[in-house]
């Protein structure tokens, strides 16, 4: 069984940023792409950004393409979130997922464990 646990959510303003972390436990994950994903208040959950296990190839939908950055250290079984300029578009729920597979991915469906989610709310 493989828990990940997200963290470094919260209030910030228009412009700020903020850092979530992914850490995983239980068996190794360092050899599967990871990805994040948000779901704002009724709206569906979707693809924000994707790394796959080696950290060499990345992903992001394009709204915060400039803005985030996903990366990992696979010796820590972490992702991290790197989110500057942040907009209140940008206040979801942020969800941490894990693949079964090598690369990158942006299809939900083919992320087999994810976390419980931490909340990023940016004020205008």
């Known amino acids: 069984q493989v828990q990940l646990v997200e963290s470094g959510g919260g209030l910030v303003q228009a412009g700020g940023s903020l850092r979530l972390s992914c850490a995983a436990s239980g068996r190794s994950r360092s050899r599967y792409a990871m990805g994040w994903f948000r779901q704002a208040p009724g709206k569906e959950r979707e693809f924000v950004a994707a790394i796959s296990w080696s950290g060499g190839s990345t992903s992001y939908t394009d709204s915060v393409k400039g803005r985030f950055t996903i990366s990992r250290d696979n010796a820590k079984n972490t992702v991290y979130l790197q989110m500057n300029s942040l907009k209140p578009e940008d206040t979801a729920v942020y969800y941490c997922?894990?693949?079964?597979?090598?690369?990158?991915?942006?299809?939900?469906?083919?992320?087999?464990?994810w976390g419980q989610g931490t909340q990023v709310t940016v004020s205008s």
């Open positions: 997922a894990s693949t079964g597979g090598l690369v990158v991915t942006t299809t939900q469906y083919e992320y087999n464990y």
